[in-house]
């Protein structure tokens, strides 16, 4: 019998509901595929048919929840915002989506979307990545930076984003306060070394 797109559909928001519920309860390492499996009532092979590792599965999650950031970060914006504003705002926005999976989101990162992880290993945490950065240099040539994907601007933002998530995924201070300072620090110097006169790098053009 061969099965609808729409059941496909069904089954795979069925798989990524009931990881969510596990994840969240039992945590991402005490969490196994088989556990999943049976939440949702589906054989093990199965689910290694929709997300080859639990991994994946965990990275899509993360993946949606950054997309659904990046739209409240749209929504909020006015336009007026300076350079460092309005990266604060993306990143905020992005954090305030991922709060749901900020106890295991360490793990999640390290395996996916860290900069030593391979593009084959995780395809769901380089999209991400990719749409996440897609927005980072839009937002730059607004304010008159013109950066290529690969350059070394770009993997400058990326280590310091890395390094914001991994401090917030462990910040028990009152509404992550400490990770709010971090966000703008951080940008702070992103934002003066991009745009010092000193600053020679292959595939960065400063718009003047």
């Not at 069904?10 to 088989?34: D, H």
């Not at 599965?57 to 915002?81: P, W």
């Not at 607004?142 to 690969?150: L, Q, T």
Request: aromatic share 10%.
């Amino acid at each position: 019998m061969r099965i609808t797109q729409e059941a496909k559909e069904k089954t795979r928001k069925s798989i990524l509901k009931a990881a969510e519920i596990l994840f969240a309860k039992q945590g991402f390492e005490k969490t196994t595929t088989r556990d999943i499996s049976a939440s949702c009532g589906i054989a093990k092979g199965t689910l290694f048919n929709y997300f080859k590792s639990k991994e994946t599965l965990a990275m899509t999650l993360v993946a949606q929840a950054m997309e659904s950031g990046q739209e409240m970060f749209l929504r909020r914006k006015t336009g007026n915002e300076m350079l460092v504003e309005e990266l604060f705002l993306f990143i905020a926005s992005e954090l305030r989506a991922l709060k749901s999976y900020r106890n295991y989101i360490g793990p999640v990162l390290e395996s996916s979307m860290s900069i030593f992880s391979k593009e084959s290993i995780c395809p769901a945490g380089e999209e991400a990545k990719r749409n996440h950065l897609k927005t980072i240099r839009k937002i730059l040539a607004n304010h008159g930076f013109e950066m290529e994907y690969n350059s070394i601007v770009i993997t400058l933002y990326w280590s310091l984003y890395l390094g914001i998530l991994a401090h917030w995924s462990k910040d028990q201070t009152p509404k992550q306060s400490e990770t709010l300072t971090l966000i703008d620090y951080s940008m702070q110097i992103f934002a003066n070394t991009i745009s010092s006169n000193t600053v020679v790098t292959e595939g960065f053009c400063c718009n003047e």
